[in-house]
C-alpha cells in the first residue's frame, strides 16, 4: 500500500555533508532510516541521493538506495524520480524527511492511515502553536485547518488576523497550527506536482505545497502532539543528542 522515501543531498549552504553527519555516533541518515523503519505499513524504505558518499554510507547500514539526476529542482522531484525508479505499484509515499531524525514509524503510519481512508490528495502534519513567539515567526509555517481537518491555507504569516485583537491575545483567542512539513502523497498527486510549473502562490510565499493546492489539490491535516527537532545546522545536532540521551 505504501512505501517511504528518503531524499538526501550531500550539498547544503547552511550545513554541507549534513546526511552523514555523526550523531550519538551514527550518521543523522541511519538514524532517520532506523526510526521510520519502525513502520508497519511502510512495504519499502528507500535513500534517493545524487552523492555515491552518501549511498555508500547508506548501503553499510543495510538501506535500499536509489540514485537520482544532481539536477533536480526539489526533494519533492527527487522523491517522484526514485518512485518511478522502484517500479512499485504502490499508491501512496511518504516523503521522509532527512534532517528530521525524532520523525517514527508511527508517525509515518497515521498520516498512511489516515490518507488510505479519506478522499485527500495529500496527508501532512500540523502542531498546534503554544507559544507567542512560535506564532509571529514567519520560518514557522502555519496551516488554516477547516472543521473536516482539510487545510484552507498554508502561509508563513500569521493566519487567520484576529481583530480587533491585540497580538499577544491571539493564541489564546484561536488555535493556530504550525506546518510540520512531512508529507504523504497519493500517486497521482506526487505525478501532477512535477508535471505543474511553479505556481503563483508558491513563488510568493515560497511554500511548495501551495503549487498542488493552487492545483485544487486536497490536503488533509493530521495533528500530532509530538515536537520534531530539524537538523539544519550543526549546532542542531547537539539538540538532538540531548533529545535521544534522554530516550534512551
Same mark, same amino acid.
Given at each position: &500500500?505504501?512505501?517511504?522515501?528518503?531524499?538526501?543531498?550531500?550539498?547544503?549552504?547552511?550545513?554541507?555533508?549534513?546526511?552523514?553527519?555523526?550523531?550519538?555516533?551514527?550518521?543523522?541518515?541511519?538514524?532517520?532510516?532506523?526510526?521510520?523503519?519502525?513502520?508497519?505499513?511502510?512495504?519499502?524504505?528507500?535513500?534517493?541521493?545524487?552523492?555515491?558518499?552518501?549511498?555508500?554510507?547508506?548501503?553499510?547500514?543495510g538501506?535500499?538506495?536509489? &540514485?537520482?539526476?544532481?539536477?533536480?529542482?526539489?526533494?519533492?522531484?527527487?522523491?517522484?524520480?526514485?518512485?518511478? /525508479?522502484?517500479?512499485?505499484?504502490?499508491?501512496?509515499?511518504? $516523503?521522509?524527511?532527512?534532517?528530521?531524525?525524532?520523525?517514527?514509524?508511527?508517525?509515518?503510519?497515521?498520516?498512511?492511515?489516515?490518507?488510505?481512508?479519506?478522499?485527500a490528495?495529500?496527508?501532512? &502534519?500540523?502542531?498546534?502553536?503554544?507559544?507567542?513567539?512560535?506564532?509571529? $515567526?514567519?520560518?514557522?509555517?502555519?496551516?488554516?485547518?477547516?472543521? $473536516?481537518?482539510?487545510?484552507?491555507?498554508?502561509?508563513? $504569516?500569521?493566519?487567520?488576523?484576529?481583530?480587533?485583537?491585540?497580538?499577544?491575545?491571539?493564541?489564546?483567542?484561536h488555535?493556530?497550527?504550525?506546518?510540520?512539513?512531512?508529507?504523504?502523497?497519493?500517486?497521482r498527486?506526487?505525478?501532477?506536482?512535477v508535471?505543474?510549473?511553479?505556481?503563483?502562490?508558491?513563488?510568493?510565499? /515560497?511554500?511548495?505545497?501551495?503549487?498542488?493546492?493552487?492545483?485544487?489539490?486536497?490536503?488533509?491535516?493530521?495533528?500530532?502532539?509530538?515536537?520534531?527537532?530539524?537538523?539544519?545546522?550543526?549546532?542542531?545536532?547537539?539538540?538532538?543528542?540531548?533529545?535521544?540521551?534522554?530516550?534512551?
Open positions: &500500500m505504501a512505501i517511504g522515501i528518503i531524499p538526501a543531498r550531500f550539498a547544503s549552504t547552511r550545513f554541507p555533508g549534513k546526511p552523514l553527519a555523526d550523531i550519538c555516533g551514527k550518521p543523522l541518515l541511519q538514524h532517520v532510516f532506523e526510526s521510520v523503519s519502525t513502520s508497519k505499513l511502510l512495504n519499502r524504505i528507500a535513500i534517493a541521493t545524487d552523492d555515491s558518499r552518501i549511498a555508500e554510507v547508506a548501503h553499510s547500514f538501506a535500499e538506495v536509489i &540514485m537520482t539526476d544532481s539536477d533536480l529542482p526539489s526533494g519533492t522531484d527527487r522523491i517522484f524520480q526514485a518512485y518511478l /525508479q522502484m517500479n512499485t505499484e504502490d499508491d501512496i509515499i511518504v $516523503n521522509i524527511q532527512g534532517d528530521e531524525p525524532l520523525f517514527s514509524g508511527h508517525l509515518a503510519d497515521e498520516l498512511i492511515s489516515r490518507l488510505s481512508s479519506s478522499e490528495d495529500v496527508a501532512t &502534519m500540523v502542531k498546534k502553536i503554544t507559544s507567542v513567539e512560535d506564532l509571529f $515567526n514567519p520560518s514557522n509555517v502555519k496551516a488554516v485547518v477547516g472543521n $473536516n481537518g482539510y487545510a484552507l491555507y498554508f502561509s508563513r $504569516n500569521t493566519l487567520p488576523f484576529v481583530r480587533d485583537q491585540k497580538p499577544i491575545d491571539w493564541i489564546n483567542i488555535d493556530f497550527y504550525k506546518h510540520v512539513g512531512v508529507y504523504a502523497y497519493k500517486a498527486a506526487l505525478k501532477r506536482f508535471e505543474l510549473p511553479v505556481s503563483k502562490l508558491e513563488s510568493l510565499e /515560497q511554500l511548495e505545497q501551495l503549487r498542488l493546492m493552487e492545483d485544487g489539490a486536497r490536503y488533509l491535516c493530521v495533528e500530532t502532539d509530538i515536537e520534531l527537532v530539524g537538523v539544519d545546522t550543526p549546532q542542531d545536532v547537539q539538540r538532538v543528542e540531548k533529545i535521544l540521551v534522554r530516550r534512551n
